[in-house]
């Protein structure tokens, strides 16, 4: 085994800070945080304070960023361009620009060489997996694996943990040089789901966590390295209230009633009855969100009733801003969602937020659901990392020589 590095990590396509925020409860200590966005790295300031460990470049100047990671890192984090995977990026996946960055992140990899991180975490929309059917997917976890990295696929979401619905795909890479327990190892096997092969019954435990098309992508996806789970079960389903977590006081900036009027109007006569009887309640009032679509050329305020918030996203046109309705007790209010809600939606309520509205949402929408990575790394990355402290610790076995003996007459 290599000599292991301190428990530190680096954060590329670091954005607002959020993976990092998720990781430090865990006894992570960050030594690098890149991103080009100057905007989000003025968010990150404005809550870190300056630093000389944030990098503001581009992932593709491999010299640059190397030049910039002083101590060598035991995690690589990479939440990389979700834009090509997604319609809005009309599904160009790892070939367009954005998305693409993946493997200027995969070529630091390859430059760290005897210093390259024992884990990895990449972190995408759920449409990484399909994008061009499956091919992008592939791509990726082959790269990885070339690189030495056994690999792990599942998909976690934010609502488990926080009222906001967010889906997204999740690989985590170990390095063969710390392959041991707790890791399960999947061997091959011409039964799937034998109920004597570790890693299949962890992945069985994992439920939800790992859907069939999932499933059907690894059991197809052989590598040179292999795959590679923690028994970790699923994140249990957190109670919460969504009121908890919006504000409902008459400072916020609720609309006047023309606007309001003319959201009310875009809604469907279902949406509309369902909001209606909410009103009409005169024991408590109720906090909804809603985005704006475009439905048979029609623009209609889609309202959510399930107790949980639509995705977050970054503000590009009214589409992609939330709506938040207060029903109740003879009157309906409606405004934009807040960043300060857009925080507490991400699992980071304290953040220092900048005084410009649509770079906090920006920022928040592009980020990580904090309570997410804080899960996977209690229950996957630190007690793998644990594991690898625990045997390289351990002293050498001695191997001492076998002695035969010779017989000789009595």
């Given at each position: ?186 061997r091959e096997s011409p ?13 069985r435990r994992s439920g ?203």
């Amino acid at each position: 085994m290599l000599a292991l590095p301190e428990k530190t990590v680096c954060e590329f396509f670091a954005g607002i800070g959020l993976v990092h925020e998720g990781l430090r409860p865990g006894g992570w200590r960050c030594v690098y945080a890149g991103d080009i966005d100057p905007k989000k790295h003025d968010m990150h300031r404005g809550h870190y304070g300056a630093s000389d460990l944030f990098h503001e470049g581009d992932i593709w100047n491999t010299a640059e960023v190397l030049e910039r990671i002083a101590v060598p890192p035991a995690l690589a984090t990479a939440s990389f361009p979700c834009t090509d995977m997604s319609l809005a990026g009309k599904r160009r996946g790892l070939a367009g620009a954005q998305s693409g960055a993946l493997f200027g992140f995969l070529q630091v990899l390859e430059a760290l060489a005897e210093e390259r991180p024992r884990m990895v975490l990449l972190e995408n929309v759920p449409g990484f997996l399909t994008s061009h059917g499956g091919e992008d997917f592939a791509v990726a976890v082959h790269e990885l694996a070339d690189l030495g990295y056994w690999l792990d696929a599942f998909l976690g979401d934010a609502r488990w943990f926080v009222p906001q619905s967010r889906p997204r795909m999740f690989v985590v890479g170990y390095h063969e040089s710390i392959l041991g327990p707790p890791l399960a190892i999947r061997r091959e096997s011409p039964e799937w789901f034998a109920v004597d092969d570790a890693w299949q019954q962890a992945v069985r435990r994992s439920g939800k966590m790992r859907p069939v098309n999932l499933l059907r992508a690894i059991q197809r996806t052989e590598l040179p390295t292999g795959w590679a789970t923690v028994d970790a079960g699923c994140p249990p389903q957190r109670q919460y209230e969504l009121a908890d977590f919006l504000d409902a006081d008459d400072a916020q900036p609720w609309w006047d009633a023309v606007e309001t009027d003319r959201h009310v109007a875009m809604m469907s006569p279902r949406h509309a009855r369902e909001v209606e009887s909410l009103v009409d309640d005169p024991r408590r009032v109720t906090l909804l969100t809603a985005f704006r679509r475009v439905r048979e050329g029609q623009q209609r305020m889609e309202v959510r009733f399930d107790g949980v918030a639509g995705c977050l996203r970054t503000p590009r046109g009214g589409s992609a801003k939330q709506i938040v309705l207060a029903a109740g007790r003879g009157q309906l209010r409606l405004r934009w969602m807040t960043p300060r809600e857009y925080a507490r939606l991400q699992g980071a309520p304290d953040y220092t937020l900048p005084g410009n509205t649509i770079q906090a949402l920006f920022g928040f929408g592009d980020a990580v659901c904090v309570p997410a990575i804080r899960w996977i790394d209690e229950h996957m990355l630190t007690p793998v990392w644990d594991g690898a402290v625990e045997r390289a610790a351990q002293p050498p076995v001695s191997r001492r020589p076998t002695v035969v003996a010779v017989g000789g007459s009595c």
